[in-house]
């Protein structure tokens, strides 16, 4: 039967990151067999699924986001019909929680391991109990998900639903490759990549000083490209920037081995340096205040046959397979950490089996899993 749902989120494009991708395609695989209308910013309305319809409310401060939504939530519960309040990550859970108590309707809030990890006084007061009253919660992760149960939410309450990929990913362009090689002087070299915001978790700083300063020791050659940016809109402060990585690389004589792309919006220039790497690094820090609730990256980079080398810590045991699509790693391990990427770019993984590990989590496979929950 077709419902009404109402989705509250702040984290939509063009913010970049993968709560961002992730909560888009929630909006467009719900569209497809329900009435959607979305709340979030101004900035989203153009980028949105074409299918729904779209409310805009003030992005920046927090405070009045939140309380904006909440009057438009409201608004459109008193207007129009209205079966389910989603709220696309913990931070609007609590509007869609009083709203869908007070107007009897059905609440269902996706997690991600920041939603219910963080160490915020403010937050643990005032979020999490609402967090605990919804009608259902959707965990992002399995670690995410024990998280939850930490939190004393109810099983009967929790499901897992892996974010998606586009799967298969885009076709090869090899002439859009030759030409990134020709701009950041990328021929006859072994391509490290890193995708995502600079921030302390993703631990690239780290990275640099303990793994790969000693990689370019065994293969020189080695280039680490660095896609992403010190994030402007991001509720997280705890960031590295690229000052601070270059200096860090600077120290050891290897900045000349770091190239910065920064933000890239255009999906075939980001495709084809999957296609081009010969390694995706996804060196997370262990940070239980902050933990990493999936990592969509490692997925996307399976689905371009590219491997991922990760610390095992948070979600990113769930992206990551062992000798299928890469190697998890114990945390801070950094010898370990090298050792690995040395012998992948030596001998590199089947192809096929990494693209086959990605093909189970396509937006597909996800959209059927997520309206099954609606």
């Known amino acids: 039967m077709k419902k009404n749902i109402v989705i509250v989120t702040r984290n939509l494009p063009p913010l970049v990151g993968g709560m961002e991708r992730l909560n888009w395609h929630i909006a467009d695989e719900l569209s497809q067999n329900n009435q959607v209308t979305i709340i979030s910013h101004f900035a ?12 805009s ?46 107007f009897r309707k059905k609440s269902i809030i996706y997690i991600h391991g920041l939603d219910i990890g963080t160490n915020s006084t403010l937050y643990k007061i005032c979020w999490v109990p609402l967090i605990c009253q919804a009608t259902q919660i959707i965990a992002n992760s399995n670690p995410t998900y024990q ?15 892996h974010p998606g990929v586009s799967y298969p990913a885009k076709p090869i362009n090899l002439k859009l490759i030759d030409e990134i090689k020709e701009k950041y002087h990328l021929k006859d070299k072994k391509i490290l990549i890193s995708v995502g915001r600079l921030t302390q978790r993703k631990g690239l700083n780290e990275f640099i000083d303990l793994s790969f300063s000693k990689i370019i ?4 050659n080695t280039v680490l490209v660095i896609i992403g940016d010190t994030p ?33 919006i255009n999906d075939n ?31 996307e980079a399976a689905a371009h046959g590219t491997p991922t080398i990760a610390f095992a810590t948070g979600g990113i045991i769930d992206a990551v397979k062992t000798q299928i699509s890469g190697r998890l790693i114990g945390n801070g391990n950094y010898q370990h950490f090298t050792q690995e ?21 396509s937006w597909n496979k996800f959209g059927e899993k997520i309206r099954k929950n609606f």
């Not at 939190?151 to 309450?157: F, G, R």
């Not at 590199?348 to 693209?355: A, N, S």
């Open 44 to 55: 989203a309305k153009p980028l949105a699924p074409t299918n729904t319809t779209f409310y």
């Open 57 to 102: 409310v003030q992005l920046n401060p927090l405070p009045f986001f939140l309380v904006l939504s909440f009057l438009r939530t409201l608004w459109c519960c008193l207007t129009q019909p209205v079966d389910i309040l989603f709220a696309g990550s913990g931070l609007t859970a609590p509007i869609v929680v009083i709203l869908a108590k007070i």
């Open 147 to 161: 998280l939850c149960i930490q939190k004393k939410i109810s099983k009967d309450k929790l499901s897992i639903i």
């Open 217 to 220: 020791q065994q293969i020189p």
């Open 232 to 264: 402007n809109q991001s509720l997280n402060k705890n960031l590295q920037t690229k000052e601070l990585i270059l200096s860090t690389a600077k120290r050891h004589q290897i900045e000349k081995n770091i190239i910065f792309t920064g933000n890239i």
């Open 269 to 299: 220039v980001l495709s084809s340096f999957y296609y081009l790497a010969d390694l995706h690094v996804f060196p997370v820090k262990d940070m239980p205040e902050d933990p990493e609730g999936f990592g969509m990256v490692a997925i």
């Open 341 to 361: 990427v040395i012998a992948f770019i030596n001998q590199p993984l089947e192809q096929e089996k990494i693209k086959e590990f990605a093909s189970k989590f």
